[in-house]
Structure formats: C-alpha cells, structure tokens
C-alpha cells in the first residue's frame, strides 16, 4: 500500500491541485477580481443564496378557477366570431355557468352545421384523437361545450410557459438582472431576485394580470338597473376602477392589449402621468374603424375588469395611438406600462411563500459565518494536533485541502452557498476528521498489538476503509432526501453536506496516505507516535 | 512529544452491565419527550403553520412593552414578538391574515411603515409570508423526508449486516429525533425548516458512530467465534471507545464555534444538530448496541454471508 505509484501520487496531487485553483476566486470573493490576477486561472465563484446575498423569494401559483374562466369567455368569443361568419348562425341565451358553454340555436335545422363548425374550432390533445373541447346537442337545439380534462391540462402548461416568460419581462424589461424564474410542478412559478429593495413593488408588478380591452360604453342601458348589476342583453356591468360606482359596456371587445405593440408612460397636456400605447397594424386598423363609427359616444379603457376611464370620443383614432388616463401617479403609470409592453398574463397569479432578506443581514451573516468557519477550523486543528502529533499534521493537512476542495468544487459546479450551507460547511469541517480519527485509531491499535510500524498503518488504512465507507453512506442518503425534499436554503444545505463527504472522504484516505508514504519512504521511522 | 489520550490505551469497561439502567433511563426520557411535545406542543414557526414573520433591528435597544403595543395597535390578530439574537433585534409574528395575499401584503406593509415612524433608524432585515397550503406542503414534505431518511438508512444497515443491526439503527434513530423534538418542546425555540434539515443530519451524523461499531462488532463476530455476546460487545465499544470520543468531540467543538460566533438565523440549526451529535454519541453506545443483545446476536449470524461480506465493496 505505502509503495503508491507514481502515478497515483501525481493524479491525486493533480486533483487537490486544479480544486485549490478554483476555490481562490471565492476565497478572495467580496473583492472584485483584481487585474493583476492572471487570467487563464479559473474565476467562477460560488453563488450567494438569497439569505446571504438579500433578495426576494416568491412562489406563485395560478388561480386554476381563473383560468378556467377565462378560457370559457375566450371560447364564447371565439364561438360567436365563428358562427357571425357566413352561413351566419343566429344564436341565443348563451350561458357560461357551472364551467361550460350552453346556447340556443334559433333554427333548428341548423343545429348540425353549427356543431360542425364548432368542433373545427376545437383542437385534438395527445394521439388518442380526443379533443381540447366536447360538444354536445341537448334538446335538440341547445348546445354545450364542455372543456375535457385533456385540454384543460394543455391549455394551463401553454399558460404556464407564457406567465413564466411574461413575469422575467416584467421584472427584468432589459433583461440584465441575474434573476431566477422557473414553472414549479403544474400550476406553480418560482421567482428569485436579488438584492430587491422593495418586495410590495414587486409583488404588485407580479400580480397585475394586466388585462387591457377597449369596449364601447352601452348608452341604452338604465342607470338604475346598472347599479344594481343588471345589465341589457349583450352588455356587462363592470366596476369603476376608482370611486366606486359601476358603468354598462358592451360585451363585444373594441380592441384588447394584445394588439399593442408598446407602452411608455408619458404625461398628458395638464401634466398628469398617462399610458401611451401604440397598436400593431391588425389593431390600429380596427381601432380606427371602430372610433370612427362612434364618434361622439365614449368607451371604455377597462383593465382586469375595472374600468380605468370611459373618455369620448372626439374624432376618429387613426394612427393605432391613444393615451389611457386614470388616476395615476408617475410610479404607477410607469408599472402599467411596463405590464401592459411585457403582454397580459394569461392566468391570474397569487403570491402563495414570500421570503425577503434584506443586503445587511446578508453581510452580517456572511461575516459572522466566515469567522465562525475559521474559528472552527482552527479549534478542529488544534485538537487534531495535541491527539495525535504528527498524524495530526496530515489530519489537518487533509482538513485545509478539504475545506478549499469543497468551495472549489462549489464554484465548478455554480453551487449556491445559503446560510444553512455555512452550517453545513462548519459540520463537515468537524466531521471531516473521521476518517482519519477512524484510521489513526486503527494504526494505534494494531500497533498495540504488536504489528510493525509499516504494517500497522497499512492495516489501519486497509482497515478502517470499511467503516469509513459504511459511516458515510448513511450521511448521504440523508442529504440526498434532503435535498430531493427541501427547497431554497435547505438544498444548499444538502449540497455542502454531500459534496463535503465526498471531498472529506478522498482528502482523508488517498491524500493523507501520500502523505504519510512519503515520510515513512524518507524517514523509514522505528517508533510510531500517534 | 505527549500526545492527549482522550481515552487510556486498553480500556475495559464493562458498558454492557449498565445497559438495563441505560434502557430505563432512554426509555423513560424518551416517552417524555415525546409526551411533552404531545401536551406542549412545538413552537412551529411560520414554514408550518404558515403567517407572516417580520425581522427588525433597531438602532439602539428599545422597550418590548411599547413595540408590542405598537403592533397590537394595528390589530392584525395575535401577534408575537420574540428577541433574536441582542437586545437590539427582534423577531415579529403575525397570524395568517384572512383574506389572502392582499391581506398579507397589507399587513406587511403596515407593520414596516409603523416600525419606520415609530423608530426611526431601524431596519427591516427579513420578511416571511407563507400561506396556509404552502405550510401544510412544508410540513407533509419535512415529516416525509425524515421517516425515509430514517427508513432507508435501516434498510441500508440490514443490507450491510444483518436485520438486528437494521432494527437497532432505527431503535436508534427513533431516540435521537425524539430526543431532540423534546428538547425543542422544553425550550420553545422555534421549530423552522431549518430543524428538519438539521433532523435529517443527525440522522445521518448520530448514526455514524453506530455503523463504526457495528463494523467492529461484525468484524470481531467472525474473529473470536465462540466468545459470548455480552463481552463481545464491551470489547467492540472499548475498542472504539477512543474514535467515537475523538470524532464526537471534534464535531461538537465546531458546532459550539458555530453556535458562540455564528449567525442568529441559523442558532436553531445548529443547536439541534448539537444536541443530535450529543445524544447520537450516548445511544451509539447504550441503544444500539444493547438491542442487538436482545434480538439475539450471535457468532454465527455472520457465518453465512462471509463470503458476501468479502466480495463486499473495495477498499476506498
């Protein structure tokens, strides 16, 4: 055993060696990398955590009922569309409650066309040739559509990968930050942003599912019947954004937000902050038709269903620019602007875990965690040493190379050291010693019994190597479902504890055992202190 | 050059002759534990039960009374309001606040323009808002987490030895993790995420010194055949006897570094893991090693799978 092969020693020196390289960048973190420091060597560093480095955690999670209501609305839209089309259907009593569709077909004899025409509009999910939507004829002229199972799924991942893209947009317009925003299981998004300053502005940016739509104001509609939530057939009562009070539009969509191309927050000519928005082509086509069949009579600007303002209209809007108005602040038309050019969500987000850590707790815990780590690591040394004198040397040897072996590899891998991490770094540091306390032990031992010094410590080694493999076997399963449970910090934790077993294991029993070869090599000692 | 011996050379204790006072006593402290946790109940903090819980720190040290009233003031339910770390930090708990997230938001919101007003100079370090349902995930993943971790190490144990080493490691594991919950129960700290992560490694941690002496168990089972189980076992631990001091010692040194010099956020961590290591170090010793006097250990439990054992893995 203490005759390693040149080889050997040269790998196991080449490993500790490119290890070591790597974890100088974040030993000397906090510091940017001066230009003094040669460039072909490695400069990854470790990640901060957000508990270390401040910032805001958010989970979100979809409202499913939400969802699933406004994907029935898009549906009537699109089944009124399709059935104004030649051969128009004429169609009635249209009911969105209880999750499907139902309406009236007036002719009967076209009940079978309009299902026709309908289910093309449907769409097939997977391969068994089952359809996003099921429609059915109940008493001969009603129809119902209801949403399967299948496309129900469908349309909430494609919702999913759309939120997902809109929130980084929101929260990152120039797309800069180094933020985190992934889909979490089916209905879920997980947000991490560093070093936020105020997480409510945040989680107002987020929340806005930022639902424009343009719809004219129903004049025919009675004041009284409005206030009391009642309104005509083809209308819908919707609330005043601000003030209170509700006001009549009609049902039919204007133009919605979706044909907007920009937005910027500007002022209007008394100095109050607006919206400016600019339409594509489609939009500013329609918009210029529809401003120009009701000149003189107002709409609505109406935004996740409240009405923002109702202003008349003057004179044909034909350029695809108008301005919305309400009561803003500079703040808050700034935040809807950004919205409205990141495009809506498609489903409504809730904030379900929020965890903000502000910088100077951070630098706090960072400080106190890095003395505590030194601290530690000096106390394990000293003990190490007054053990077991010169074995104790390699021991601490072994600790030094494991410590920058752990943040070596951190930094390769892109880890993410959080607060438990520091934790788990100072655990390892004390738990590293194990192996060679396991070792050591053994070399006492078989020396007791009489063997001689190189065959006492190649049986300590070849010895203990079980137990030491068994020991650390149950620290890893234990990280492993750690790490497959726990979220955030608590994987951070996993990871420190896994890599520091593995780092701990090899420093312990290849490097020390080059160690003590080549001073037994050189020394050929007759007596074994330990 | 003197070297410190923990242990002397050539112990013999007779650990095994106190093993039925030992079981009494771990029973016994056990069956409390876990009695008081039934009856106290834990401190769960916000990850569990879910609420909002708001860190500040102060510029200089400020009365409780007054902060406390200053909050109640706002009437956002029961609030608590627990030092953290000096008398200059404190830690505010809010109950979840009924009407959802908006609600949430508010209460936040309130809370840090009082402290602002009220304090000037003060600075909110943290903020946590966990809902209902993201705590009762919390809590079903943590207590999932912690029966495999200690279901899959026993099956590992059984797999490497023999069922009664598998049997006497989640003995083992079961005092450990009760232990500690009764020692969380008595001094009400906060039981957070963090605690289960620090479960889990006492799992993993309390049981090393286990596997190393049932590695030596194992080992000398084969060599001395016709010797009784009792001394057997005395002879296993006093041979191991100056390791698991050396390791446990080393382990708890740097924990109680981490718990003087460290960072608040991250106390009850490491205390539970302390604690752990500390009580994994007695039940090494007087648990698992007596349960496998009682499931009938013998020479020949290992006679038979020798030649397994030899093909087992290779040396690191």
Not at chain 1, 233 to 253: C, D, H, N, T
């Amino acid at each position: 055993m203490l005759d390693l092969s040149r080889w050997k020693i040269w790998s196991i020196s080449l490993i500790i060696l490119v290890g070591i390289l790597f974890s100088i960048p974040s030993l000397i973190a906090g510091t940017t990398l001066s230009d003094r420091y040669p460039s072909f060597l490695p400069s990854a560093k470790i990640n901060l955590g957000l508990d270390l480095a401040g910032g805001s955690h958010l989970l979100l999670e979809a409202d499913t009922a939400d969802a699933a209501k406004q994907r029935l609305q898009s549906m009537e839209d699109q089944v009124t569309t399709e059935l104004r089309r030649n051969p128009r259907v004429e169609i009635g009593d249209i009911s969105t409650s209880g999750g499907r569709l139902t309406f009236l077909v007036r002719d009967p004899t076209q009940v079978d066309t309009a299902v026709e025409r309908l289910r093309q509009i449907t769409q097939p999910v997977g391969l068994t040739g089952s359809r996003d939507w099921d429609v059915q004829v109940m008493d001969s002229t009603r129809i119902v559509m209801t949403p399967t199972q299948g496309g129900a799924q469908r349309a909430l991942k494609d919702a999913m990968t759309v939120a997902r893209d809109v929130v980084r947009r929101r929260i990152d317009p120039q797309g800069t930050k180094e933020i985190t925003v992934i889909n979490q299981g089916s209905n879920r998004i997980l947000v991490q942003v560093p070093g936020v300053e105020d997480p409510e502005a945040l989680k107002r940016l987020i929340g806005q599912t930022a639902r424009l739509e343009f719809k004219l104001v129903d004049l025919t509609a009675d004041q009284a019947q409005v206030q009391q939530g009642r309104a005509p057939a083809g209308s819908q009562v919707l609330p005043m954004a601000e003030g209170g009070g509700a006001i009549a539009v009609k049902r039919r969509v204007m133009v919605s937000g979706d044909q907007l191309v920009d937005a910027k927050q500007g002022f209007d000519q008394d100095g109050r902050a607006v919206v400016n928005i600019r339409f594509n082509a489609a939009g500013a086509r329609r918009f210029g038709r529809v401003t120009q069949e009701n000149v003189n009579k107002p709409f609505a600007i109406i935004l996740d269903d409240k009405v923002l303002s109702a202003p008349n209209i003057n004179e044909p809007i034909l350029g695809g620019q108008a301005q919305i108005s309400g009561s803003f602040t500079v703040e808050t038309a700034n935040q809807l602007a950004v919205s409205l050019a990141s495009g809506k969500l498609p489903v409504k987000l809730n904030v379900i875990e929020e965890r903000t850590v502000g910088p100077d707790l951070g630098k706090d815990s960072i400080r106190k965690g890095a003395i505590a780590s030194i601290v530690a690591t000096g106390a394990v040394i000293l003990f190490m040493l007054v053990t077991y004198g010169r074995f104790g040397i390699y021991a601490t040897a072994a600790l030094i190379v494991n410590a920058l072996l752990i943040l070596g590899i951190m930094a390769v891998f892109n880890a993410t050291l959080t607060l438990p991490g520091i934790a788990g770094f100072v655990l390892t540091i004390g738990a590293a010693v194990d192996a060679n306390v396991l070792i050591n032990e053994r070399i006492r031992e078989e020396q007791r019994r009489g063997r001689k010094i190189l065959d006492a410590i190649e049986t300590g080694y070849k010895e203990a190597s079980t137990a030491i493999f068994d020991a650390n076997i149950t620290n890893v399963i234990a990280a492993v479902l750690m790490w497959y449970f726990g979220s955030g910090p608590i994987r951070g934790f996993a990871v420190v504890l896994m890599i520091g077993i593995v780092t701990s294991v090899f420093t312990a029993v290849n490097f020390t055992r080059v160690l003590v070869a080549i001073w037994v090599k050189r020394k050929r000692p007759r007596v074994l202190h330990i | 050059m003197k070297l410190l011996k923990l242990v002397p050379d050539n112990t013999n204790l007779d650990f095994m002759r106190w093993r039925n006072v030992a079981l009494v006593i771990s029973i016994v402290v056990t069956v409390a534990s876990l009695a008081i946790v039934g009856i106290r109940g834990l401190n769960l903090g916000v990850d569990f039960v879910g609420g909002q819980m708001i860190r500040t720190t102060f510029p200089q040290a400020i009365s409780v009374e007054k902060l406390r009233s200053d909050v109640d003031g706002l009437h956002l339910g029961e609030s608590s309001i627990q030092e953290f770390g000096g008398p200059k930090s404190y830690q505010i708990r809010l109950p979840k606040p009924e009407g959802g997230e908006a609600a949430a938001n508010r209460a936040a919101i309130q809370v840090r323009q009082m402290i602002q007003q009220n304090y000037p100079g003060a600075r909110v370090d943290a903020v946590e808002t966990v809902s209902g349902k993201v705590s009762e995930e919390l809590a079903r993943d943590g207590a999932l987490a912690i029966a495999l971790a200690m279901l899959g190490i026993a099956v590992y144990i059984w797999f490497r030895f023999e069922w009664q080493f598998g049997v006497g490691a989640l003995v083992t594991l079961f005092h450990d993790v009760s232990m500690t919950l009764g020692f969380f129960s008595v001094t009400r700290l906060q039981v957070d995420l963090n605690v289960v992560a620090a479960i889990l490694t006492i799992v993993g941690y309390s049981l090393n010194d286990t596997v190393v002496i049932y590695d030596r168990i194992r080992e000398n089972l084969r060599k001395y055949r016709k010797m009784a189980i009792v001394p057997l076992l005395n002879l296993s631990l006093n041979e191991t006897l100056s390791r698991t001091m050396v390791t446990s010692l080393s382990i708890l040194l740097a924990l109680g570094v981490l718990l003087l010099l460290g960072p608040e956020v991250i106390f009850g961590l490491t205390i539970a893991i302390f604690i752990g290591i500390f009580v994994g170090t007695y039940s090494s010793i007087y648990i698992s090693s007596p349960v496998l006097v009682w499931l009938g250990v013998k020479p020949d439990s290992f006679v038979r799978s020798d030649e397994e054992q030899a093909a087992g893995p290779a040396a690191v």
